[in-house]
């Protein structure tokens, strides 16, 4: 039903529909941008180049051919304009080399990366090591693939209800930790 | 469940609650916007569990992805206005100003009445404080209510005595007060003084030393100052200079003066100042003109806008360009 409200809108879109477009916009735009950051992970950069994106779709809507599924159009499409950015900034390397800047970080690593200021960021990094690899996993799969707990437990071969007992205790680790390091903090300023 | 015994890690673990904070399912951001205002006691907890999704969500913050949408949305839509008919905006703007207008007439009256501006000793006061740009509902003990604009603090004693109900106001409110003739209602704001009985009326206070002024909505008010006194009737407003001491009366637009609790954004004949302050207040942005074109009379009014909408219609009726850095707008003369 989903998919079918989608294909009706890229149809819309490319009679000009705005409010389709929109919508196509707000469905898909944080998956892109969770996508776009695992890609390189440079929040400006990835925030301009999937307006870029949606730009370029709304100025060629009538020219646009029938896509089976946006999500995966959009994000080959964003990949691709990540890679020319990356091109522009990094001039002096080979196009090898930047296939290797891409795809690198680990899921810690990204989430350290998304902290603004270094001070949150070391904080995070303390926290984060304070989880077994285990846990770890768990998480990552809850919020980074954004699966439910079932899909969860089928993957790791466990119960939904261990699963979610599993998160649970890993945000309570992380939470606990977090507080009496910004409590430091907040004592030091 | 019994949600009232989770703590954050529980909040930010359960799936519809994850649902309602990453705003994938409508039903969900309904149960839990409910939820927490039903049980405002949880709301620390409540953060502490959105900050942890934010932490291990990779994802663009809300407001910045508000901020993305509207810029995507008058991309798009801004450029078909330009391609049909530039001056069918200006339309909707006098037409919707013209409907706003006729919904929301209603009345105004102000009595005189001698008041010694002394708060009674020993009640415990409380405040209610609006940074800029964040506008609130303030529902006191007797029932009266009370929208707070942005920008503005709200003091008010935990418990009305038995004999009258006082508040002080930094600021713009708009209040609506319950009708009790025992315990008259008294808003102190600068050098005036506003009593009412049940009412509802609005005082724009931001810079006391300088203006303040009572718009009357409906019912009966009184306002004096240490040596002058005013009545007004319905849909009068009673300005003050505090440099001159004196009261002003004058008639009132409903819309410019009370719009901006129903998040309207109204300017009439605004010079770049009024513009600036609303923007300012209305959306937390400071505004700074670098364009040579210094004499502003504008007109426009925009309802549950973006900060960029409303800077982006300026700039096309004016000519201008903006570049925005650090909550900072610059406006410089269009090329």
Redesign the interface.
Known sequence: MENETEFNDWYRITQGD?KA??RL??TH??AL??FG??VYPD?DLI?DT??EV??EL?AKRTELSVVQNPKAYLATFLKRKILKELEKKYISLSPEHIQSLVFERSYED??IE??TDSASRDQ?KKSLERLTPGQLEI?RL???E?L??EQIAEQLQLQPRTV?NK???A??T??LHLKVLSSLLFFLF | MDYLNYKAEDFAADESFIAYHLKRDPKAVAFWENWGRLNPEKLDEIAAAERLIDMLAIRLAQDEFDLEKQKMQSFITDRQVIALTPARKNYYWSLAASIFLILSISVTFLYKQRFQNTPELAVEWLKHENPDGKKSRVRLPDGSVIVLNGGSTLHYPKSFSSKKRELKLDGEAYFSVAHDASRPFIVHAGALNTQVLGTEFNISAYDPDKNVSVSLVRGKVKVTTANDQVMLMPGQKVSYDASQKTLKESGFDIESETGWKEDKLVFKNADFAAVAKGIQRTYGYKLINQSPDKNWNYNGTFHQQSVIQVIENICFSKHLKYRINNKIIYLSAEK
């Open positions: 705005e477009f929109m916009y707000e735009y944080q941008y969770s950051f695992r929040k925030k999937i307006q949606f730009f709304w990204l989430l998304q902290q995070l998480i809850k919020y980074y954004q439910d707990y979610y998160v649970s205790e945000l309570k992380l939470r």
